[in-house]
């Protein structure tokens, strides 16, 4: 690990102009290339306390053992280079977009002498006009062959086109008056070539005229009595409208725009791009990338950009292009796209109506292509056995972890604290037997304290049903008082087990969620096959959420058990590093390691689990209010006491006749809601901090 001390130049060497950045590691591979508008200003970011740089950026400075640059002119010029250089030398801690799957285009290739369309994939060649992309190569068959009765372009090999020239017949197509035949000279070059234009002027979203004119030479034929060529056009013109509703109109203003969005996380990032001509969504392609650097959402839509239209020019790039979110220099960016069209395009997000409506549209899209992404990797067999041999090889276990246990804990500046438990077997979600805990023996934020509460009270549970199995016999020599408990419990001594901990299959029946802690009494319900309902089985590996302390509380909660046999580890959320306990360093898993997601994912199940449930409580008390206790008083009656009145502390001022004045209210119920708000203490006004304002209760008796 490099000191960036080191390699860092003095201020006085770096030019305050625009430029290109890059950072090379000791073996003078780029490992990371960035612009800027002010060079000097830009790299003094990455020169200052690791301890205040994000640990993505932490990571590339130590890792990187020199930075050198090159100045230019303008922030347009600085854009070009970047991406040139990231072709060029593929930086490892640079975001990366790379297709998912090699989509197919719709090509026409206007370089031959006759120009041929077919369907295409890789990379785009020059002189070849393209459309698309589409999800799926039988889509352009489709369209192409409706298209052919109007335009007779060639589609067939060069191998077969020479072949019809050597011998003098066409091939079926051109039989069958969907190919012009150019093979045999039915047509010049100069005729196909205009079939070819006409066929892309089509496809670029200029569909009108080409049907209104079919529409006109079918009316022309048919007053002319010429009934076979008049019901031929018709059948023209009603393919080309077939091929048009294969795209729905969803702009109706015929516009040609690009539209991106971006769906992320804290790793990984999903851009759904959907390609808009002439109204119609004419193709659609997305992108799943690593988050290895340390960007923003308008960083990510300035990279795919690049990505995007990095290599290509004229028509390819729309005349607007609608973004969630603007670039760090978006003028920069409208110039670059601009240069490659060679006309002004517009880059803005949508505000209003259709294209907003759309744009919503592809952030689902982009929400799906993640969870789907996500999920295949999970999904798979061969990828969760090899997760799970990674984490035990990297965590030292005589065997793969097939059941994870991951804690959690979730709380609002130290009210509404929870825990949560989730349960992973063979690498997928048991949901039925995850379980949600309130923290009892404390009030207040501390998350190591939670922690250590949780893990005893689950693992107590445990012991508990061993011993109503009879797999568990206590110490004889161990008394009630010598049987350690965590700082608070109420429960009876926890037997300590003798045995190691058996490892069976966990039971499939429904298990119902419990938080308590186990009670004394060993009359605790059975299943009616005489398994246990709770907390029956042990986890091979037990993952906290968080770092050193976290680990050391929860391996003290088992050691105070007696149970030595299960392994423990935390996951710090800042570097994803995995912590042992006892151990100063942590074990740290490769970004690509498919235990290391694992384990995230679990992480991020617990939390998702956890979060829920503490605002599901936060929610549950402050819609709380005193007039809840009021025996017999239903909804219906209490709206309209707060309708009356305005608010509850308005209504804690009426007297008893004020409020039997409302419909619906005796003097009996009145009585009993003077009682119920006169016996509870009202809340301290809410105040804004920024206005110095105090909120008033709203109509639940709650502030806001």
């Known amino acids: 690990m490099a000191d960036p001390s080191s390699y860092r130049p003095k201020p006085g060497q770096i030019p305050d102009s625009p430029g290109v950045y890059k950072f090379r590691d000791e073996h003078r591979r780029v490992i990371y290339v960035g612009k800027a508008k002010n060079l000097r200003q830009r790299l003094a970011n990455y020169f200052q306390d690791l301890a205040g740089l994000h640990p993505r950026t932490r990571t590339m400075v130590t890792t990187a053992a020199s930075v050198e640059w090159t100045v230019v002119s303008t922030e347009v010029e600085a854009l070009q280079l970047e991406y040139s250089w990231i072709k060029e030398y593929d930086p490892r801690f640079n975001v990366k977009y790379r297709d998912d799957k090699s989509y197919p285009y719709l090509a026409v290739t206007l370089n031959e002498e006759f120009p041929r369309v077919q369907v295409m994939r890789g990379a785009k060649k020059k002189g070849v006009r393209y459309f698309g992309p589409y999800g799926h190569a039988w889509a352009i068959r489709e369209t192409v062959d409706l298209m052919l009765r109007v335009f007779p372009v060639r589609t067939c090999s060069a191998g077969v086109f020479k072949n019809a020239a050597r011998t003098g017949r066409p091939c079926l197509l051109g039989y069958i008056g969907k190919c012009s035949a150019p093979c045999v000279g039915r047509v010049t070059p100069e005729e196909h070539r205009e079939l070819a234009d006409d066929f892309c002027d089509f496809m670029a979203g200029r569909t009108g005229a080409y049907i209104r004119r079919l529409e006109k030479d079918m009316t022309a034929a048919a007053e002319e009595m010429e009934y076979e060529r008049a019901a031929r056009l018709r059948d023209d013109a009603e393919a080309l409208k077939r091929a048009m509703e294969k795209s729905a109109v969803v702009l109706a203003d015929a516009t040609d725009a690009d539209l991106i969005a971006v769906a992320e996380d804290e790793l990984e990032a999903a851009v759904q791009i959907f390609h808009v001509r002439g109204g119609r969504v004419r193709g659609q392609r997305g992108w799943v990338t690593d988050k290895v650097e340390n960007v923003d959402t308008s960083g990510l839509v300035e990279h795919a950009l690049q990505q995007l239209y990095g290599e290509e020019a004229g ?244 050691d105070e058990l007696g149970i030595d046999d299960i392994a423990v580890c935390g996951l710090a959320k800042r570097l994803e590093e995995v912590w042992l306990p006892d151990d100063d360093d942590p074990v740290v898993l490769p970004r690509s390691s498919e235990g290391l997601y694992l384990l995230q994912r679990i992480r991020d199940e617990a939390h998702r689990f956890a979060i829920t449930y503490q605002r599901a409580k936060r929610a549950k008390r402050v819609r709380s209010s005193p007039l809840d206790d009021v025996a017999g008083l239903g909804d219906t009656r209490k709206q309209a006491l707060i309708k009356h009145f305005g608010s509850v502390k308005k209504l804690r001022q009426a007297t008893i006749d004020e409020i039997c004045e409302v419909p619906g209210i005796g003097r009996r119920t009145a009585e009993s809601v003077a009682v119920a708000l006169a016996s509870t203490t009202p809340a301290a006004p809410a105040v804004n901090t920024a206005t110095g304002e105090i909120i008033e209760e709203d109509d639940g008796g709650s502030t806001t």
């Open 315 to 558: 028509d390819a790039v729309p005349k607007e292009v609608l973004v969630p979110a603007l670039p760090e220099d978006p003028d920069a960016v409208s110039q670059w796209l601009a240069e490659r069209r060679g006309s002004q395009v517009s880059l803005r997000i949508p505000q209003r109506g259709d294209k907003k409506d759309l744009m919503a549209t592809v952030q689902r899209n982009a929400q799906q292509a993640l969870g789907l992404h996500k999920t295949k990797r999970a999904s798979d067999l061969t990828t969760r056995s090899r997760a799970l041999e990674e984490i035990s090889e990297a965590l030292g276990l005589d065997t793969a972890p097939l059941r994870i246990e991951c804690f959690d804990i979730s709380h609002l500046q130290g009210d509404d604290v929870v825990a949560s438990m989730v349960v992973f077997e063979d690498g997928l979600a048991r949901k039925g037997e995850y379980r949600r805990f309130q923290i009892k023996t404390f009030e207040g934020q501390d998350d190591v304290r939670s922690m250590h509460e949780v893990i005893g009270r689950r693992f107590r549970r445990y012991l508990h049903e061993k011993e109503h199995t009879g797999e568990w016999e206590e110490n004889p020599a161990q008394t009630p008082e010598q049987t350690s408990q965590t700082p608070g419990q109420t429960s009876g001594p926890a037997p300590v087990p003798t045995a190691p901990v058996p490892t069976g299959p966990a039971p499939t029946g429904p298990v119902p969620a419990s938080t308590g802690p186990a009670p004394d009494s060993a009359a605790e319900p059975r299943e009616d096959d005489g398994r246990p309902k709770r907390f029956a089985y042990p986890p091979q590996l037990l993952v906290v959420d968080g770092g050193q302390p976290q680990v050391a509380a929860a391996k003290r909660a088992l």
